[in-house]
């Protein structure tokens, strides 16, 4: 069956812009999460849904990143003014449900900010 | 708080020879431990998962891993590299289900032909 996947693969943003990151979570998978991971490190928390309800956000960097999930299915991560620190991975994440050990992982959009 | 130690940011084998990829993992409650597989420009693989049952766990494409509380480590193990093994390796920890990973900051695994 079809996996997490997440879009656009690639992004390059100016300084200052305001981006838009998308992920398509496994059907029915009630858990998502976003995780960052700069270059040559593994990947660091950000936030975390159940269903539309975004039950932790002590990941997220600073008040310019903002993360939805409306309808319980398809999650945005937005980044506003963007800045060179944002350069990085972000990965998306489901499982099953708050019961569940596995997460699956989508194949990143890869920032970069210039 | 959990957190996890990967010794050796990259690690080179002999095709043919054994594999070992270090993890060690801090926890103030029993762990979930779990060895992903990253290959360029793709998303984590979960390669195997220890959740409290056999200590001895046993992955996909040849690889183990043993939970050994007693030296708080998940070493990760395979009896013979192939060339296909190249990638980046991460561990992680969780303190229970549903949570947030913990994740090493990645070995980086070549085989030599």
């Known amino acids: 069956g079809a996996g997490v996947s997440q879009s656009p693969r690639y992004k390059v943003a100016k300084r200052g812009q305001d981006v838009a990151l998308r992920c398509d979570p496994i059907?029915?998978?009630?858990?998502l999460f976003w995780y960052q991971q700069a270059l040559g490190q593994g990947p660091e928390f950000l936030t975390y849904?159940?269903?539309?309800?975004?039950?932790?956000k002590s990941g997220l960097p600073s008040d310019r990143f903002f993360a939805e999930r409306p309808e319980g299915s398809v999650s945005t991560l937005k980044i506003q003014r963007t800045q060179q620190e944002d350069s990085a991975v972000y990965l998306c994440?489901?499982?099953?449900?708050?019961?569940?050990?596995?997460?699956?992982f989508g194949p990143g959009t890869r920032l970069t900010v210039t | 708080a959990q957190s996890v130690t990967q010794l050796g940011s990259h690690v080179s084998v002999s095709e043919g020879a054994l594999v070992l990829l270090r993890c060690n993992y801090s926890?103030?409650?029993?762990?979930?431990l779990f060895w992903y597989v990253q290959y360029p420009n793709q998303g984590l693989q979960l390669l195997l998962k220890?959740?409290?049952?056999?200590?001895l766990v046993k992955g996909i494409n040849g690889f183990e891993a043993e939970f050994k509380k007693s030296e708080t480590s998940f070493h990760l193990t395979k009896p013979s590299a192939h060339m296909s093994d190249a990638a980046e390796y991460f561990c992680?920890?969780?303190?229970?289900?549903?949570?947030?990973?913990?994740f090493g900051t990645g070995t980086s695994l070549t085989v030599i032909p």
């Open positions: 994440a489901s499982s099953e449900g708050p019961n569940s050990y596995e997460q699956y």
């Open positions: 059907s029915g998978h009630v858990s």
């Open positions: 849904f159940q269903n539309e309800a975004q039950l932790d």
């Open positions: 926890s103030s409650v029993p762990p979930y």
């Open positions: 220890y959740t409290s049952a056999a200590t």
């Open positions: 992680a920890v969780s303190d229970s289900p549903g949570n947030q990973f913990y």
